[in-house]
């Protein structure tokens, strides 16, 4: 199916591994430019040369600390000609109300709820300028199922689904499109640390880890690459009535609340 994104230019932030590197390859794959924003430079230079020579598209890299004074303007700058914004860089502490002081909680806060807040605002003026664009945002499926023992950033996730689903309200008459995913688990680096986590005290962390898999749909988490196929889609022309609402990728968790939420 051609998605008719040839071309169009996409600001990716926390690119440099995980689902942001996904996302990098999916919208190059689709012929798309890509600027990638991440703090590790090796990495978005490896990746940047790597998908030049897979897919023979224009990538061009930034690598900043956003949660750093000023940040956020510089890559709103960096983006200031893209028609998608890819809102995907930060992550917030697990842990109880007690265990996640309130210094963690702001500087959770700062880069994936303020961060993707102040980005957009920049981004959006951009693009209402220029006549239209999409706003993905990636939130977590942890926003659905309010966990205890994931308080701040279940909350900061449920925050962005408001977000999302305010702004995206109105967008579209102004050419614009805001949108949300909600993956749960996914298999990446971090999940398996956050699914390993405590596993030690059993003897055989690897077993414990395909035991926990079990549990979720089809006995495994999603792959990077289901999660990236849903955010080009839906930065597609073959969405273009889609607009302040949250798609939900985990396999069904969010309606079976006794499983573990997504991060």
């Known amino acids: 199916m051609d998605l008719g994104l040839n ?3 996409v600001l ?3 690119a440099s591994q995980g689902i942001g590197e996904g996302l990098a390859v999916a919208f190059a794959r689709e012929g798309c430019d890509l600027k ?3 703090r590790d430079e090796s990495r978005l230079v490896a990746l940047a040369n790597s998908i030049h020579e897979r897919f023979k598209v224009s990538v ?5 600390d956003m949660a750093r004074a000023g940040a956020i303007a510089e890559v709103a700058q960096f983006g200031h000609d893209v028609d998608v914004l890819v809102n995907n860089a930060g992550s917030i502490p697990a842990g109880t109300l007690w265990d996640v002081d309130e210094e963690r909680w702001r500087q959770g806060w700062e880069l994936k709820v303020f961060g993707y807040i102040n980005l957009t605002r920049l981004v959006y003026d951009a693009m209402r300028k220029r006549g239209g664009g999409v706003v993905l945002n990636n939130i977590g499926s942890g926003g659905e199922m309010f966990d205890y023992d994931y308080i ?3 909350t900061g996730n449920a ?7 305010a702004l995206g309200g109105r967008s579209l008459n102004e050419g614009i499109r805001v949108l949300g995913v909600n993956p749960g688990p996914v298999d990446t680096d971090r999940i398996r640390k956050v699914l390993k986590s405590g596993s030690e005290s059993a003897g055989d962390p690897a077993r414990d880890y395909a035991e926990k898999l079990k549990r979720y749909p089809l006995g495994r988490a999603a792959t990077v690459e289901e999660v990236a196929d849903l955010f080009v889609f839906l930065a597609s022309a073959k969405s ?3 607009s302040g609402a949250v798609i939900t990728l985990d396999g069904g968790l969010a309606s079976n609340r006794s499983i573990s939420s997504g991060r």
């Open 159 to 165: 925050a962005l689904m408001a977000f999302t689903r």
């Open 36 to 38: 990638l924003v991440a």
């Open 152 to 154: 701040a950033g279940t």
């Open 240 to 242: 273009s009535y889609t």
């Open 7 to 9: 071309s169009k230019k």
């Open 12 to 14: 990716i932030t926390g």
């Open 60 to 64: 061009d890299i930034l690598s900043i």
